[in-house]
């Protein structure tokens, strides 16, 4: 028997999931919650949890994090209907367990939830797709060709307007630029971005 807490800001969707394992012996619904919450008052007994993220009160990524700390046990599978990195990345590195669209069909569901107990990894395509381009693509604070090119005339001394010139862009766009710079570098002005790039090995 697999016990389960649906957490969803949304009645008609709590009602839904309760009504889609409610002729499943292998499943009971053992609450029902609104919010993280009341998520973290409801979760002694559950074996797995379905999350929902954006809720009022306390968001479903802060919930899982308390979950992880207070429940460790628990497995926290996350139905959403949203896709996007902000959404994902955070959900995954708070501990949950999968995560999956609410377009799913109910098989999938069920089969994530059946495999989310035994402590699986599950992924809707896209989130899967996501997460693989994160892997392959450039490492969080890597700079950009082009930012490591105006980079590297500032560190020759070179002022906004010149680099400008130089790159054919307009001086708007440089400061642009540099603010993704200090922001990739963790600085705060070009003195600090041109020393922190000789540190990590940026600029010859």
Same mark, same amino acid.
């Given at each position: 028997m697999i016990r389960l807490l649906i957490v969803d800001d949304h009645p008609i969707v709590r009602d839904g999931l309760r009504g889609v394992f409610a002729g499943d012996p292998d499943f009971t619904v053992t609450g029902e919650a609104a919010n993280g919450a009341e998520a973290l008052a409801l979760a002694d007994g559950a074996d797995v949890v379905l999350m929902d993220l954006r809720m009022p009160e306390m968001s479903g990524v802060e #919930?899982?994090?308390?979950?992880?700390e207070t429940h460790p046990g628990v497995r926290v599978l996350v139905l959403? %209907?949203?896709? %996007?990195? *902000?959404? =994902?990345? !955070? #959900?995954? /590195? &708070?501990g949950a367990t999968g995560y999956l669209l609410k377009d799913a069909p109910r098989e999938d569901l069920i089969? #994530? =939830?059946?495999?989310?107990?035994?402590? /699986?990894? =599950?992924? *809707? !395509? *896209? =989130? &899967?797709?996501?997460?693989?381009?994160r892997v392959r693509g450039p490492s969080p604070?890597?700079?950009s060709k082009r930012e490591r090119e105006v980079l590297a005339l500032v560190a020759d001394g070179t002022t906004n307007r010149e680099v400008a010139r130089r790159l054919f862009v307009s /001086? #708007? %766009?440089? +400061? %642009?630029?540099?603010?993704?710079?200090?922001? +990739?570098?963790?600085?705060?002005?070009?003195?600090a971005a041109v020393a922190k790039a000789y540190e990590r090995g940026l600029l010859p």
């Amino acid at each position: 028997m697999i016990r389960l807490l649906i957490v969803d800001d949304h009645p008609i969707v709590r009602d839904g999931l309760r009504g889609v394992f409610a002729g499943d012996p292998d499943f009971t619904v053992t609450g029902e919650a609104a919010n993280g919450a009341e998520a973290l008052a409801l979760a002694d007994g559950a074996d797995v949890v379905l999350m929902d993220l954006r809720m009022p009160e306390m968001s479903g990524v802060e #919930a899982i994090t308390r979950l992880r700390e207070t429940h460790p046990g628990v497995r926290v599978l996350v139905l959403t %209907t949203f896709d %996007t990195d *902000s959404d =994902v990345l !955070p #959900a995954i /590195e &708070a501990g949950a367990t999968g995560y999956l669209l609410k377009d799913a069909p109910r098989e999938d569901l069920i089969r #994530a =939830v059946r495999a989310a107990h035994r402590g /699986e990894s =599950v992924l *809707s !395509p *896209s =989130v &899967a797709g996501r997460l693989m381009g994160r892997v392959r693509g450039p490492s969080p604070g890597a700079l950009s060709k082009r930012e490591r090119e105006v980079l590297a005339l500032v560190a020759d001394g070179t002022t906004n307007r010149e680099v400008a010139r130089r790159l054919f862009v307009s /001086e #708007a %766009t440089i +400061k %642009t630029h540099l603010l993704h710079i200090y922001d +990739k570098l963790g600085v705060r002005d070009r003195a600090a971005a041109v020393a922190k790039a000789y540190e990590r090995g940026l600029l010859p």
